[in-house]
């Protein structure tokens, strides 16, 4: 909580995390798009992942943020070691991956650390990023919408905050990675005792 709170206290621009592979599906550039639509005294966006996969797609982001104007908003920080996302996300407001998930672990990684999300509406990002409460879910093409979307998180590091504490208690209660195994493996073990 205090994290949280130290965050929402900080003064200067809000500050966001994308964090995925530079691939289309994860929608850096729905992210660019509706960003550039704000004024840009107001935020900071840090994109870390791998530029390599997509090249042709990364060298079209470097563009779309040229001819935005968004050199002094945007910091690409490529492929980062643990230690230097976990101070990324101690650092930021607010994760927004506009991106298609099966499940989305992002998403949580990122609630440990006290974080409100943006993830797409496309997907499972719902079963665990409630609208409004922890976070928010957008239709990336729409962009009205997610610009609507991004300039609420901006007007108030209070409502952040709040939502911020909401995500910490979702990831509370989301069970661990040996807890999911532990109970797949019970589901199995009943499934073939009875089949006996």
Same mark, same amino acid.
């Given at each position: ?44 966006? /840090?994109? =870390?992942g791998?530029?390599? !996969? $997509?090249?042709?797609?990364s060298?079209?982001?470097? *563009?779309?943020? &040229? ?63 409630? /609208?409004? =409460?922890?976070?928010?879910? !957008? $239709?990336p ?6 610009? *609507?979307?991004? &300039? ?18 979702v ?26």
């Amino acid at each position: 909580r205090r994290m949280i709170e130290e965050r929402c206290h900080r003064s200067g621009p809000a500050e966001l995390l994308f964090v995925g592979n530079l691939i289309p599906r994860k929608g850096a550039h729905h992210l660019l798009a509706a960003l550039a639509q704000i004024s840009h005294s107001y935020w900071r966006l /840090h994109i =870390v992942g791998r530029a390599d !996969v $997509d090249p042709a797609y990364s060298a079209r982001l470097h *563009q779309m943020i &040229r001819r935005s104007g968004l050199l002094e908003q945007v910091q690409f920080h490529g492929q980062v070691s643990d230690a230097a996302l976990r101070g990324l996300l101690r650092r930021v407001h607010l994760l927004a991956v506009p991106s298609y998930e099966g499940f989305g672990i992002v998403y949580l990684e990122a609630m440990a650390f006290g974080l409100p999300v943006i993830a797409s509406t496309a997907g499972a990002a719902q079963e665990i990023v409630e /609208h409004g =409460v922890n976070g928010f879910t !957008v $239709d990336p093409p729409d962009r009205p919408a997610f610009v *609507q979307t991004l &300039r609420i998180c901006l007007e108030s590091r209070e409502a952040l905050a709040e939502m911020g504490a909401a995500a910490r208690r979702v990831y509370d209660r989301h069970p661990t990675w040996a807890e999911t195994g532990a109970r797949i493996r019970d589901f199995l073990v009943q499934q073939m005792q009875r089949q006996r």
